[in-house]
């Protein structure tokens, strides 16, 4: 049985779990028994009973058949980031499933685990699995792949194991979680709103709080990478403009597609892409408190410093393949974006990003690889990143 606590919109605290058995099991909180309630039935590609039951604020502690279970603290000080995370298996692009330094997953989620913090974000890009592994192939043999329960057990239960144990999640949805892919599995699995009863690649951006500041969620599923249309430069302005941004104060935005993110462009060699164009056209409408956007979707660690705005942190790099290691200046990025640009750092290691507050207040973001060992500190001053030395 997989267990584990998201949080969703307003900071509600849901308990989850996956289930064989012929009903949903009871919670203990604080020493009491609860039943949680059924949120999907079984059916053949999805055989399990997902379970789920809002924790009440001030609960003290929770476990599910003897499991305790990771409870929200009110101001998250220790942050885990990661995305991309599944094992590729597309087309030619065969990851070798079956060898933890091919595709280390599992290694980098304990190791997140093992720094104890107090909120994991999924930046999206769940499930890589989508062809059978070819006859004779031992790297991926047996694997399961397309939407179905032993495809995200494979390529994302197990492995997040120790890490789903560590902490609440926020669960945000990628590109390979739309409807065309893996978007059934994640609407009845993780995300942290009611299921919904068709699939849509739109559902709408979420706003919680995240110590004095608001974290919003936006489903980027639809966002166009390159060339968009006016009809896809619609939905992205008409996703950014409901976000339930603050009035006042400072947020952080969690987005699958990164706005500003770049990477090498293999078609044009020696020059720079940058994906997500369709919301890098809503730029306008993101208010000024945004400090730092959380993204994916591309498979490095970056730090981009817009001359004007927040600061985009990018971390796709859970174990799904690396894309080569861009040299990033601030002028080259600039140019690929559109927008000044004052800071630029792209770094290819599997890992993901630690994000702690510092006692005055400053963040500090740490590119963490599958051995826990440092490979990028940066403190996010309001000026811009300030970095230490890169260790090899
Ligand atoms: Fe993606």
Redesign the pocket.
Known sequence: MAAWVEIGPGGQALARALVRGPACPEVILDGHAQLMALRATPRPSFPERVCELVLPAGTRRASIAGHGLPLPKADPKRIVVLG?SGCRLKKKVLQACNDLEAWPFAQVAARAADDAPDLVIHV??YVYRERECPEGNEGCAESPFGDRLDTWVADFFAPARPLLAAAPWIMAR???ESCQRSGGGFLRLLDPRPVPPGCSDRTGPYALPLGSRSLVVLDSAGAVDERPTAADLAHARADVAAAPFPRDGTSWLVS??PPFGVEMDLRRKGQLRAPGASLRGARDLLPAGVELILS??IHLYELVKLERGPVQAIA?TGGTELDPEPALTADGVARALGVPVTFARARAAFGYLLLEREADGVWVADLRDERGSCALRCRLEPAGPRCGALRE
């Open positions: 991309d999206g890009d990628g590109n390979h699958h597609h994916g979707h796709g």
